[in-house]
């Protein structure tokens, strides 16, 4: 899909079904951490390989409704600063996989360290400085605990996207048909 002409109808299916993913991995298979409010969510490592399939608008897009879906449903009010953050970062992994040879089952050597150079940055920068920043400016938080979290959050999510979004990507890359494993036969 990523060499092709986007289907906007699918992109929009797809945002919808990833945005129920993300909500049911948020929800249901996250990992509580030493500081509250806080969780190791493997949500993300799944939106690293969503993002790949359908690039960085639809992951940011699922992203921010899957978890916008997550607080409302589970706190029963949406903290904004977070789900802005969880958008942005979908973006951000949209940028980090080359969506056009994902589709044709290149992920090797160098897309994964690209791959890796940008979650990596991209974790640090949102949830260590973008999220605890948006705390603090939209509900008056207390810096230290905004941060700590951050910091957390940080560290946990560049690990989820990292083993099980990379995981994930590998495998995907391997189900898709290289464009030049086949050959006309005489």
Not at 50 to 56: D, E, K, L, S, V
Not at 163 to 171: D, P, R, S, T
Request: contains cysteine; hydrophobic residues 55%; aromatic residues 12%.
């Amino acid at each position: 899909m990523a060499g092709t002409k986007r289907n906007p109808v699918r992109t929009v299916v797809a945002i919808g079904v990833g945005a129920a993913i993300i909500l049911i991995l948020m929800r249901f298979a996250m990992i509580p951490t030493f500081v509250p409010n806080t969780t190791i969510q493997s949500a993300f490592g799944f939106l690293a390989l969503f993002a790949g399939i359908f690039g960085p608008v639809a992951a940011g897009i699922a992203a921010f409704i899957g978890h916008f879906l997550n607080d409302v449903t589970q706190y029963g009010s949406p903290w904004f600063s977070w789900i802005i953050c969880s958008g942005l970062l979908g973006v951000a992994l949209g940028f980090a996989v080359d969506g056009k040879k994902l589709e044709v089952g290149v992920f090797g050597r160098k897309e994964i360290i690209r791959f890796t150079i940008i979650q990596v940055v991209a974790n640090v920068l949102i949830w260590s400085v973008v999220a605890p920043t948006l705390d603090i400016a939209f509900y008056s938080e207390p810096a230290n605990k905004v941060y700590l979290q951050g910091i957390v959050s940080s560290i946990s999510n560049a690990l989820s996207v990292e083993i099980i979004g990379l995981a994930l990507l590998l495998y995907y890359a391997r189900t898709r048909t290289k464009s030049s494993s086949l050959s006309l036969e005489d």
